[in-house]
């Protein structure tokens, strides 16, 4: 399997402020990889695929960018509702694996 | 717009089968994979397996031996059953699209969990 690891496990930020997540894979997936966010008490919401893709209605201070082992998403201007964990999850090989999380809040 | 729901048992004894049936609404089971995804603190989020329209499916290696997906294209559902569980498959459990272009045995090419249920519940406890 694909171990798809994350960095920070939690982060906190200001309003206003730029947050980048990692994501590692443990092989080169290409850019087969797709972010979610998950608000507390909620299901994932699928926002970025193939690295760097844009959900339909998702808002453009999501980007994700990478590609082979290493991938980065960031949020331009943090804002509260943007409170919530994020995930990477590789699609190169079955089965699918998701990354840990990275638990974002507000300083 | 599409709509899933879970629905089953909340609890299950152990070394029972966990059962769950997600109901599709608002659109076609077909021509789509649809899978099943569960979370929990030790384990995350975690892939269990799709089903395409058509019945062909595709198991997380780790739970193969004990897990069964199956669709009813009339009922416009496709179900989960986990046999022989224990405490280590309490977690909450998810329905979701895979919005792919094509899976096979080894990929699913230009794939997402593009919707999602609510998720249920499930712990095994005697």
């Known amino acids: 399997d694909i171990q798809m690891t994350q960095s920070p496990s939690s982060l906190s930020a200001s309003v206003g402020d730029r947050v980048t997540i990692t994501c590692q894979a443990s092989?080169?997936?290409?850019?087969?990889l797709d972010w979610y966010q998950q608000k507390p008490g909620e299901a994932p919401k699928f926002l970025i695929y193939?690295?760097?893709n844009l959900e339909t209605g998702v808002p453009s201070k999501f980007s994700g960018s990478g590609s082979g082992t290493d991938f980065t998403f960031t949020i331009t201007s943090l804002q509260p509702e943007d409170i919530a964990t994020y995930y990477c999850?590789?699609?190169?090989?079955?089965?699918?694996?998701f990354g840990q999380g990275t638990r974002l809040e507000i300083k | 717009q599409v709509q899933l729901q879970e629905s089953g048992p909340g609890l299950v004894k152990p070394s029972e089968t966990l059962s769950l049936t997600c109901t599709v609404s608002?659109?076609?089971?077909?021509?789509?994979?649809w899978s099943w995804i569960r979370q929990s603190p030790e384990k995350g989020l975690e892939y269990i397996g799709y089903i395409y329209y058509t019945g062909s499916t595709n198991y997380n290696p780790s739970l193969k031996s004990r897990v069964t997906i199956s669709v009813d294209t009339s009922k416009n559902q496709f179900s989960l059953k986990l046999s022989s569980v224990t405490a280590a498959d309490t977690a909450l459990y998810y329905c979701?699209?895979?919005?792919?272009?094509?899976?096979?045995?080894?990929?699913?090419?230009?794939?997402?969990?593009?919707?999602w249920g609510q998720g249920t519940v499930v712990t095994v406890s005697s």
């Open positions: 979701a699209r895979l919005s792919a272009s094509y899976c096979s045995s080894t990929n699913c090419y230009n794939s997402a969990f593009d919707i």
């Open positions: 999850q590789q699609y190169d090989s079955l089965p699918i694996t």
């Open positions: 608002g659109g076609s089971i077909s021509p789509y994979y």
């Open positions: 193939d690295a760097s």
């Open positions: 092989q080169d997936i290409s850019n087969h």
